[in-house]
């Protein structure tokens, strides 16, 4: 049962904090994705890489979060410092070219829900 | 910039009814479309994606129509349940990239 899992899926933490959330993509999968949700905001990208390189962070608040992938079953997302305005859920996605008729379709994980106080 | 609509925000019907929910978008030039389930708390589930060339893709009661030329999709729910209640997104992947534009989505509610 192939699937994008994350951790952890719940996240308290005070602000100042560092914090570190991971996704494991589906294997063989080329293609990770970041995104947030807020209720404000709905779905947006954060970041996304392409066989392990990074394509586009341009989503994301550079002087506080970086996203990385050491190697290919493992992305990580990470915010230093936590503010109270990141509570959101975050999720990793993973795709990957299913056929060249169909293309790439992007799988979801269950998200971490980040709360900062 | 592309932008991705969804109307209505929300949607409430009986059991059974037959139902459309429509997306649309400011910027013909897309890779694909795709609609997501979402259940509260949950993540997102792919329901059907279909590529720029594609006029339609189709899986058990649901369907999803693309027209690039006027911006739109719809998704059509047959014989709808109650556990089809949820919400749907509709994301649009810009062309040259795989990243997806996501719309605000409609939160459905079958009534029994």
């Known amino acids: 049962d192939a699937r994008v899992t994350q951790t952890p899926r719940h996240k308290v933490t005070e602000m100042g904090q560092e914090v570190t959330m991971r996704c494991q993509p589906i294997?063989?999968?080329?293609?990770v994705f970041w995104y947030r949700q807020t209720m404000m905001q709905g779905l947006e990208l954060l970041a996304y890489?392409?066989?392990?390189?990074?394509?586009?962070d341009s989503g994301m608040p550079k002087d506080r979060f970086s996203a990385e992938m050491p190697d290919a079953t493992l992305a990580t997302l990470k915010i230093q410092p936590s503010e109270p305005r990141d509570s959101a859920v975050y999720f990793c996605?993973?795709?990957?070219?299913?056929?060249?008729?169909?293309?790439?379709?992007?799988?979801f994980g269950p998200g971490t829900r980040l709360t900062v106080l | 910039k592309q932008e991705v609509t969804q109307i209505p925000a929300a949607l409430s019907v009986p059991e059974g009814e037959n139902l459309v929910l429509n997306c649309s978008f400011t910027?013909?030039?897309?890779?694909?479309l795709q609609w997501f389930r979402q259940d509260p708390g949950k993540g997102l589930t792919s329901l059907l994606l279909?590529?720029?060339?594609?006029r339609e893709q189709t899986s058990g009661r649901l369907n999803a129509s693309l027209d690039k030329s006027s911006g739109r999709s719809t998704l059509y729910i047959a014989a709808s349940q109650p556990g089809d209640s949820a919400t749907y997104l509709c994301?649009?992947?810009?062309?040259?990239?795989?990243?997806?534009?996501f719309g605000q989505g409609t939160r459905l509610t079958i009534n029994p």
């Open positions: 996605a993973s795709g990957g070219l299913r056929s060249l008729i169909i293309g790439n379709e992007q799988f």
């Open positions: 294997l063989g999968h080329n293609t």
């Open positions: 890489f392409r066989n392990r390189a990074p394509l586009d």
């Open positions: 910027d013909s030039a897309i890779y694909n």
């Open positions: 279909i590529q720029s060339s594609q």
């Open positions: 994301a649009v992947g810009v062309q040259g990239a795989q990243k997806l534009v």
